[in-house]
């Protein structure tokens, strides 16, 4: 296991690598770059000040270098910690994304737990009570979270609580808590709006996972050491908990990882709706301005956290099946 612990985590690095070259080389893509924009813009306004400047501009934002230039210039500061200073926020990337990329992981994980504790037992239900009442309204209301968009949700919740109940559900502080310094105060007002959002962005995620641990656990409860167990005389309830589940649960830790991409991108849209301070919002902003250092030190942390999530994915498997072994 530590051989192989090894060996990926040095293919994970590798991996980042190419996806920040990858990456940045893609965010270069439009024609044109930021200070392009920022003419266009400022000439719809009428100021033609920064036409007068274009050449010192492009030095002082580094545009004009060839880009494979400022790739590396980049990459080496971003190994050192830093990662740039953003063009459309004239600030210092690192300073702007510390607090946004701490809370997309506390949504992220948030979204994940909830995700698994309705998904685990709902599943469980379903599976152990087939063709019931119980398992086709289950069936029905997974597959009408299957088709709805977590954006869309987000839209209708918002009108809801606005139309009908005359509240705000934005945000993932109370206005007092914004600019606050982080306290316990603080987190616990953070932690009495997350459930919400992620409900949201983790409904179809749920969904598809009930539906996985009913199929797979029907599958497994027709094995012949399911049928052994019960023929011993030992109760349904530890056949079902001690020996079933045990093995129809091994394929969501394997999708584990996998999740990761779904719950992120579905959280950037739900993100603008809910106006929620993480990383999806200046991420899309980023794009739009071709701020490439921003986008670029952005899409590195959110690859690493899916990267990260796929190795502890086949962690938790190996931990759950004994049988697997890793060489």
């Known amino acids: 296991m530590i051989n192989y612990l090894i060996r990926r985590v040095g293919y994970s690095v590798v991996l980042l690598a190419l996806i920040s070259v990858a990456g940045f080389f893609m965010i270069e893509l439009p024609p044109g770059d930021y200070l392009t924009m920022y003419i266009e813009e400022l000439r719809s306004r009428g100021d033609t000040s920064a036409e007068e400047q274009i050449d010192i501009l492009r030095a002082r934002y580094g545009l004009d270098k060839p880009v494979y230039e400022r790739y590396w210039t980049w990459i080496t500061n971003f190994v050192q910690g830093d990662f740039g200073r953003s063009f459309y926020y004239e600030r210092e990337v690192k300073d702007l994304i510390g607090q946004r990329l701490a809370l997309t992981v506390a949504l992220t994980m948030a979204t994940m737990i909830i995700q698994w504790a309705i998904a685990i037992p709902v599943g469980i239900y379903a599976a152990t009570h087939q063709y019931s009442l119980g398992d086709q309204i289950t069936s029905a209301v997974s597959f009408m979270a299957l088709g709805t968009p977590n954006f869309l949700l987000a839209l209708v919740v918002l009108f809801v609580a606005s139309y009908y109940f005359n509240q705000s559900v934005g945000g993932l502080f109370s206005r007092e808590y914004i600019d606050a310094p982080w306290s316990v105060g603080k987190v616990v007002d953070l932690l009495k709006h997350l459930w919400?959002?992620?409900?949201?962005?983790?409904?179809?995620?749920?969904?598809?996972?009930?539906?996985?641990?009913?199929?797979?656990?029907?599958?497994?409860?027709?094995?012949?050491?399911?049928?052994?167990?019960?023929?011993?005389?030992?109760?349904?309830?530890?056949?079902?908990?001690?020996?079933?589940?045990?093995?129809?649960?091994?394929?969501?830790?394997?999708?584990?990882?996998?999740?990761?991409?779904?719950?992120?991108?579905?959280?950037?849209?739900?993100?603008?709706?809910?106006?929620?301070?993480?990383?999806?919002?200046?991420?899309?902003?980023?794009?739009?301005?071709?701020?490439?250092?921003?986008?670029?030190?952005?899409?590195?942390?959110?690859?690493?956290?899916?990267?990260?999530?796929?190795?502890?994915?086949?962690?938790?498997?190996?931990?759950?099946?004994?049988?697997?072994?890793?060489?």
Do not use: C
């Not at 599958?219 to 349904?236: C, T």
């Open 196 to 327: 919400l959002p992620a409900v949201i962005i983790g409904l179809s995620g749920t969904a598809g996972l009930i539906r996985i641990m009913r199929s797979n656990l029907l599958e497994v409860m027709r094995k012949p050491f399911v049928l052994a167990a019960r023929a011993k005389g030992l109760p349904e309830r530890r056949v079902i908990i001690k020996h079933a589940v045990r093995m129809a649960i091994n394929p969501l830790v394997s999708i584990l990882g996998m999740s990761l991409p779904n719950i992120i991108s579905g959280a950037a849209l739900t993100a603008i709706v809910l106006n929620l301070p993480t990383t999806g919002p200046m991420f899309t902003q980023a794009l739009q301005h071709q701020d490439m250092y921003l986008a670029g030190t952005f899409l590195v942390f959110l690859s690493a956290m899916l990267v990260l999530g796929n190795l502890l994915s086949d962690v938790a498997l190996a931990w759950v099946d004994p049988r697997i072994r890793y060489d």
